[in-house]
């Protein structure tokens, strides 16, 4: 008997697997495109976009717009980190939001962010580290499953 092999033009699968990410020995899951409504979607390239834009200014970044910058990471940390706590988000150095944007932009396909440069000033790792000794943030217990 012989066996037809079934050719298709696109082959979907409803199941989700989400990337992970550590931050403070704490394991949280990244969202994926299909998490995400049409509004959700836009909302994600635009911040992309409006990212990218005000990192390119380089040195001619002004204060209001450095500001504008840092909260756009750390708002596109919140919407693609799952039930990651504001107070993580808020330890975050922007960074260190700029490095799980990236992750995010890099697996899900969306407009690229590029990563700040490098400074002099040793920042805590997204994997492994404790938050600064002076931090007052808590991030004690699993992260949900949503």
Same mark, same amino acid.
């Given at each position: 008997m012989a066996t037809s092999k079934i050719e298709s033009l696109?082959?979907?699968s409803?199941?989700?697997? &989400?990337?992970? !990410? +550590?931050i403070d020995e704490k394991l949280y899951n990244l969202a994926v495109?299909?998490? =995400?409504? !049409?509004?959700? *979607? &836009?909302? +994600?390239?635009? &911040?992309?976009k409006q990212m990218s834009e005000? *990192?390119?200014k380089g040195e001619d970044i002004s204060e209001k717009e450095a500001e504008i910058l840092e909260g756009l990471f750390k708002d596109f940390v919140?919407?693609?980190?799952?039930? +990651?706590?504001?107070?993580?988000? *808020?330890?975050?150095?922007?960074?260190q939001c700029a490095e799980i944007?990236?992750? =995010?932009?890099?697996?899900?396909? =969306?407009?690229?962010?590029?990563?700040?440069?490098?400074?002099e000033e040793k920042k805590g790792k997204l994997t492994g580290e404790k938050s600064s000794p002076g931090s007052s943030v808590s991030t004690e217990g699993p992260p949900k499953d949503g």
């Open positions: 696109l082959d979907l409803t199941e989700r697997t &989400h990337p992970t !990410i +550590i495109v299909d998490d =995400f409504g !049409i509004r959700e *979607q &836009h909302r +994600i390239v635009a &911040h992309s005000l *990192q390119n919140s919407l693609v980190v799952r039930d +990651i706590p504001s107070a993580v988000v *808020q330890a975050l150095s922007i960074n944007v990236v992750v =995010f932009t890099d697996a899900a396909g =969306f407009l690229k962010v590029n990563p700040l440069p490098k400074t």
